[in-house]
């Protein structure tokens, strides 16, 4: 079993849908989680960061860690296709640890 | 540039040839990462260097792989050898922060893309 568990879809919506795209873990030393985008043929960016439990919410993004159950999602409300992309969860033990990639779900969002 | 540069951003080898690829951070930035990313996979971590000082490379698959930093800035990932296996997107990132308050907020290229045939 991998450290990180993410569905790589795809996942395929229409225009103006809530999307949720989620991720669970094994190891319950995690500590900051973190969602990237990755654009196709690009670098993965980071969208949102989150230490510990609770939510974070960031225009139509809210991401959510819930360390009891070892899960964290990330919303993404009235989706537009400019959010067609793979999303990646990641997360650190520490500050000064290399970060854990999910491997990723692939988003479509249709007009 | 105002982001990490990487070259080349395509490379084909020929198995059992070397290869350089190159990491250009955004200045400044004191932590350097590379990352291994496989097609339909998610990075994998290879290295991390704090300035010129490599503290963790504990994710190089092997001995042919060997990452530098010389003088804190750009690095470079070395292949030797190469497999079929090594064909992946290498990713480079950096970040302001160094080791103990690198909150893992990576600022990441667009890859070298290398295919061993």
């Known amino acids: 079993q991998k450290e990180v568990e993410q569905d790589p879809g795809p996942l395929s919506v229409p225009e103006g849908a809530i999307v949720s795209l989620n991720c669970t873990y094994s190891?319950?030393?995690?500590?900051?989680f973190m969602w990237y985008r990755q654009y196709s043929r690009k670098g993965p960016e980071l969208l949102m960061y989150?230490?510990?439990?609770g939510n974070k919410e960031d225009g139509r993004f809210t991401a959510q860690v819930d360390k009891s159950s070892k899960y964290i999602s990330l919303f993404i409300r009235d989706s537009q296709p400019s959010d067609s992309a793979t999303y990646l969860c990641?997360?650190?033990?520490?500050?000064?640890?290399?970060?854990?990639f999910g491997k990723g779900t692939r988003l479509s969002v249709i007009a | 540039g105002a982001g990490v540069s990487q070259s080349p951003r395509y490379k084909v080898a020929k198995r059992g040839q070397d290869v350089a690829l190159r990491c250009d951070p955004i200045?400044?930035?004191?932590?350097l990462f590379w990352y291994q990313q496989a097609l339909g996979q998610g990075p994998e971590f290879l290295t991390y260097?704090?300035?010129?000082?490599?503290?963790?490379k504990s994710g190089l698959p092997s001995d042919r792989f060997f990452a530098e930093r010389p003088e804190g800035s750009v690095s470079t990932l070395k292949i030797q050898r190469t497999q079929q296996e090594d064909s992946a997107v290498y990713l480079c990132?950096?970040?302001?922060?160094?080791?103990?308050?690198?909150?893992?907020?990576?600022?990441f290229g667009e890859g070298s893309r290398l295919t061993v045939l």
């Open positions: 990132a950096s970040s302001p922060l160094g080791a103990g308050r690198n909150t893992g907020e990576l600022f």
């Open positions: 190891n319950s030393a995690f500590q900051y």
């Open positions: 989150t230490y510990s439990s």
């Open positions: 990641a997360m650190s033990f520490s500050g000064n640890t290399p970060l854990v």
């Open positions: 200045s400044g930035h004191v932590s």
């Open positions: 260097f704090q300035n010129e000082a490599q503290l963790d």
